[in-house]
């Protein structure tokens, strides 16, 4: 007998503890990556939607435990070539508005941003932003209830690596966007700014939202690099043949490229996988008391019942 096939939304990877968060991935060119180990390392149960490969997004009530919603090359104003991003936007609108554990990473943020009353521009007056960058660190960033951990354990990485961060001011991370939040939603604390995106991190209740990717590699890197100045040279005449080209077919400057920006990523990588394993425990500990939260007001309506 043939078994059913299992919808993409349904698969997850198990876990001990039973508590599962919701990873929302856009597109397959921004991919969950490492991320998904870090959380797993952590106890959790990752069920993965796929919008754009038809994967229904859930309800407030189906997100399970947490939420993380990734990056995308889409804008967040597409609307009209991705219906899924208006649905998704009243979503996280609903997870701050609860309080629910959450990261919006990207894409996610933007959305995020105009969720709560922010706003997003595609482009970003402040130009593109790829490979490593400063992440500038505010005051509230080291004092954050969420953020400072995340911080504490990347400045010690780059303390040990020998990478400055100006007495724990400033972080690299690694970026690709071309769009960014040009307003923050007045219940947001700006968490860090970088020289081309002054909105480059922030928190607004439980969700913290990264315009930065902790969950890419170098090699990602490399390839996001070196596709993208393929495109700018010319090499393609549609932005959807990118994923499909080989490095054999990618010019000599666009490859350059790429090695370049690897290199840069490789160098940080201590602090990226420091911020990114961080990240992922302050979320556990963050879903772990949603959890207990959410049982204990389930005993009290029984009781008062």
């Given at each position: ?89 009243d979503l996280l609108h609903g997870v701050v508005e609860t309080r629910v554990p959450a990261v919006a990473i990207c894409l996610g ?167 990114g394993r961080a990240l992922a425990r302050v979320l556990a500990r963050q879903v772990r008391a949603h959890r207990l939260r959410s ?11």
């Amino acid at each position: 007998m043939t078994k059913a096939a299992v919808p993409t939304a349904a698969r997850v990877l198990p876990s001990a503890t039973g508590m599962t968060v919701t990873v929302i991935e856009p597109e397959p060119q921004a991919p969950i990556g490492r991320l998904r180990e870090w959380l797993t390392a952590e106890g959790l149960t990752v069920r993965m939607v796929r919008p754009e490969a038809g994967d229904p997004l859930p309800d407030l009530d189906e997100l399970g435990d947490g939420l993380v919603v990734l990056g995308g090359p889409m804008s967040a104003h597409a609307e009209a070539d991705h219906p899924w991003i208006a649905p998704l936007r009243d979503l996280l609108h609903g997870v701050v508005e609860t309080r629910v554990p959450a990261v919006a990473i990207c894409l996610g943020a933007q959305i995020a941003a105009e969720a709560i009353g922010g706003a997003t521009a595609a482009p970003s007056p402040h130009g593109t932003e790829r490979g490593v960058v400063e992440l500038e660190l505010t005051a509230a960033a080291l004092t954050d209830p969420l953020f400072s951990e995340i911080v504490d354990e990347s400045v010690r990485a780059a303390v040990r690596a020998g990478i400055p961060t100006h007495d724990g001011t400033r972080l690299p991370v690694l970026v690709s966007h071309d769009d960014g939040v040009v307003s923050l939603p007045e219940t947001a604390t700006l968490l860090a700014s970088s020289a081309g995106a002054p909105v480059q991190a922030w928190r607004a209740g439980r969700l913290l939202a990264l315009q930065h990717h902790p969950e890419s590699t170098p090699e990602r890197m490399e390839r996001v690099e070196s596709r993208t100045t393929a495109w700018k040279l010319g090499a393609v005449a549609d932005v959807e043949e990118l994923s499909r080209l080989s490095d054999a077919d990618l010019p000599a400057e666009a490859l350059a490229a790429g090695r370049r920006v690897r290199a840069d990523a490789e160098r940080a990588e201590p602090v990226v996988q420091a911020f990114g394993r961080a990240l992922a425990r302050v979320l556990a500990r963050q879903v772990r008391a949603h959890r207990l939260r959410s049982a204990s007001s389930d005993v009290r309506a029984d009781v008062d019942a």
